[in-house]
């Protein structure tokens, strides 16, 4: 089945910085990589996703970029501000079949 | 409005008792799930269903059964709380066509 791992467990920036979160995932035929913010005491939200036929998709100040041969998918957030300080959890999936990376908590210090 | 709702929101009981955690979905999703989560921590895949009388068990199902009588309603049964079983419960939804996942705004259950 598949496997993702997603690296750091945590990641503290100054507000205005990039933060950047990593994962890899092991099924090759995992085809939709979402990416899920979850504020303390709510439930998890999409932020953006990306398929396996694009390489990189944007909005504003979040940004994915898919590595299909590596197996592996980052995402950028830039310009971080304090409401950007959450747990981001990354999945792969294949036909709803989703699997989801550990959770990073980043935290944005003003 | 089309959502995803959990009752209860916050739950205490003993050991040994039986409980049912309800999810019900207003968006006509074929697909839900269930997960265990620690608060901020890994999602812990229990069990999920493809649609009515479909039932499937995740990594973590082995304490607890569902069922999925109505396509909009997906219980969770622990028929015998345990301290361990002291958590978040999230309920999600999705549909067979679309990939993204919704969820329930959680249970949080303590087992004294």
């Known amino acids: 089945g598949e496997n993702v791992e997603q690296h750091p467990s945590t990641l503290s920036v100054q507000e205005g910085d990039s933060a950047v979160i990593k994962c890899t995932y092991s099924d090759s035929a995992s085809n939709y990589f979402p990416w899920y913010k979850q504020e303390l005491g709510k439930r998890p939200q999409l932020i953006i996703d990306i398929r396996s036929n694009v390489g990189e998709k944007k909005d504003q100040r979040i940004a994915v970029t898919l590595n299909k041969t590596a197996k592996h998918f980052s995402l950028h957030i830039t310009e971080t501000q304090p409401e950007d300080s959450a747990v981001y959890f990354c999945a792969a999936s294949m036909n709803n079949d989703m699997r989801f990376g550990a959770g990073t908590r980043l935290t944005v210090k003003p | 409005e089309a959502d995803i709702y959990q009752t209860p929101r916050y739950l205490v009981i003993g050991t040994g008792k039986k409980i049912t955690l309800e999810c019900s979905q207003t968006?006509?999703?074929?697909?839900m799930y269930w997960y265990q989560q620690d608060p901020g921590m890994e999602l812990h895949l229990i069990h999920y269903s493809y649609g009515v009388n479909s039932t499937e068990k995740g990594d973590l199902s082995s304490e607890s059964t569902v069922s999925r009588i109505r396509t909009e309603h997906f219980p969770l049964t622990l028929e015998s709380a345990r301290p361990s079983h002291t958590s978040q419960y999230l309920c999600?939804?999705?549909?067979?066509?679309?990939?993204?996942?919704?969820f329930g705004p959680g249970t949080r259950l303590t087992v004294l």
């Open positions: 999600a939804s999705t549909t067979l066509a679309r990939s993204e996942q919704f």
């Open positions: 968006m006509g999703h074929d697909k």
